[in-house]
């Protein structure tokens, strides 16, 4: 066991997930693990639920790795390589200046004309 915690300091889920003796205990593969996991279990069951979370955990991760068949990776590779000899699509990109919609254009212009006439309105009264 890789993980020695005194009974004050709570014992973080990476510490655990990452502890191979850890795993095996989840997994009971080790028997040497699963004794001594076992003892700290009853020693230390104010931690009983942290233990718990890390090994749901454990179960869901897979620490394997998975390979790809090698003709799996050869044919992605010449797929990735023909793409990247294939010309880039092009696309339209809208001028700057067509920032607004035909209907924003019109509200825009009528607002603008509404403020014109309130305020030659208010200075031609004063």
């Known amino acids: 066991m890789h993980v020695h915690h ?12 990452a502890d191979p003796s850890f795993r095996n205990w989840v997994g009971g593969i080790d028997p040497e693990s699963v004794r001594n996991w076992d003892a700290y279990l009853q020693q230390n069951s104010h931690q009983q639920s942290v233990l718990a979370e ?6 869901g991760i897979s620490f394997a790795p998975k390979r790809l068949p090698p003709q799996v990776v050869e044919q992605q ?3 990735l390589q023909q793409r990247l000899q294939e010309p880039a699509p092009t696309r339209y990109v809208k001028p700057v200046s067509v ?6 254009y019109v509200a825009l212009t009528f607002f603008s004309i509404l403020v014109g ?6 200075f031609r009264v004063k």
């Open 6 to 17: 005194p009974k004050s300091r709570k014992i973080s889920l990476a510490d655990l997930i």
């Open 54 to 59: 890390a090994a749901f955990m454990v179960r």
């Open 77 to 79: 590779w010449q797929k």
């Open 99 to 104: 920032l607004l919609n035909d209907y924003q």
């Open 117 to 122: 006439a309130v305020g030659y309105w208010y």
